[in-house]
């Protein structure tokens, strides 16, 4: 064996090493955050059954709390201040009377269960956030997406902040709104893996006054992960300006992706503008020669996304066929959406479906 050899062999051994003690650091600490999440649960319902044998409930536990500061505070340190004990007795207050049934994790099923028989998989600080949202499916969706995605409490806020939960329901119906409360978001078709619209405000085009469909691309590709975030679970990246040749002509794909869940590529094509007839046409080739010439005999249809500032639904509907299941068209949003008139659109869709009374 040569020195390169030698080197190389040992660099891969400090790496194999490396990764073990990095992944048993992550499981030690998700453990601690665990255990921490499990006993605040318990100290609420503490606090809770001990307020209620007070004669004056308010006073009595406003002194409670406070004492019960200062001794946790005496003898543990910081983290127990009036302030986080109120959320301690919410959490117990929220998660004890979450009905909505458990999805099963497999990387979780040792972890023990609460009196009502749900379990608890992310960090305290998660659950800060989760246990303000008031729809409890709403909470559970973001929970479930959480777990699945490994989101980070960031991803989480951002996710929250971009009305995932209402932007895939009302692409729905109402039996499969409350789907998403029970299950996430599964990918089981094409027309799962789409959103309408896409949030991009992550790629802060807002402070340009104006952009090229090249800006558009070279930002996403800047913002690549946040970009495959917000596109969901099972994507990965191939490549952008993708070129091929077809009866000696030349021709670009913006972005070509592969999902992992379906099976398939999915290419996408930009556009600042409204989305034009010619554009649907045109992606229309982009994914006959892929599904012809790239895609292997076991793999799905491809999809085709045209990612565009505005459309008119009956141009984009009166252009496809009416069995279309390969070719979408999606606005994107450089600003976070109002989510209180998202909340709105959901609710007159749900009371639609129920012939005009209230879901």
Not at 28 to 38: F, G, S
Not at 192 to 212: H, M, N, Q, W
Not at 230 to 259: C, K, M, P, S, W
Not at 291 to 320: F, H, S
């Amino acid at each position: 064996m040569d020195k390169n050899e030698m080197q190389k062999t040992e660099n891969v051994f400090l790496q194999n090493v490396s990764e073990i003690l990095e992944s048993a650091r992550k499981n030690a600490k998700t453990a601690v955050n665990l255990a921490m999440v499990y006993a605040y649960y318990e100290v609420g319902r503490m606090i809770v059954e001990e307020e209620q044998h007070g004669e004056n409930r308010a006073a009595y536990g406003k002194k409670i709390l406070q004492e019960l500061s200062e001794y946790l505070t005496e003898n543990f340190g910081k983290g127990f201040s009036v302030g986080n004990l109120k959320n301690i007795r919410q959490f117990y207050k929220v998660y004890s009377t979450d009905r909505i049934g458990e999805t099963a994790f497999s990387q979780f099923e040792n972890l023990p269960a609460v009196e009502t028989g749900r379990k608890f998989y992310l960090s305290w600080s998660h659950y800060l956030k989760l246990m303000r949202i008031e729809n409890i499916e709403e909470r559970h969706f973001y929970e479930i997406e959480s777990v699945k995605n490994d989101w980070s409490l960031s991803e989480l806020k951002r996710q929250y902040d971009s009305s995932l939960y209402e932007r895939l329901a009302l692409s729905t119906n109402k039996e499969n709104v409350y789907r998403l409360s029970v299950e996430g978001h599964n990918v089981e078709t094409p027309k799962d893996a789409v959103k309408d619209p896409y949030v991009l405000e992550f790629l802060g085009l807002p402070e340009l006054p104006e952009y090229s469909e090249s800006e558009l691309e070279s930002r996403i590709i800047d913002h690549l992960q946040q970009f495959l975030l917000e596109l969901g679970t099972g994507f990965a990246f191939i490549g952008r300006q993708v070129r091929f040749t077809f009866d000696e002509e030349h021709f670009i794909v913006d972005l070509v992706f592969y999902n992992r869940l379906l099976r398939c590529f999915v290419l996408f094509d930009l556009k600042i503008g409204e989305l034009k007839h010619q554009d649907i046409g045109q992606m229309q080739m982009y994914v006959n020669y892929y599904d012809r010439k790239v895609k292997l005999e076991d793999e799905n249809p491809t999809v085709g996304i045209l990612l565009c500032k505005e459309k008119n639904n009956a141009v984009v509907e009166m252009t496809l066929p009416e069995d279309n299941s390969q070719i979408f068209a999606s606005k994107y949003n450089t600003v976070l959406p109002s989510k209180e008139k998202l909340q709105k659109l959901l609710e007159e869709q749900l009371s639609d479906e129920n012939g005009g009374e209230q879901a």
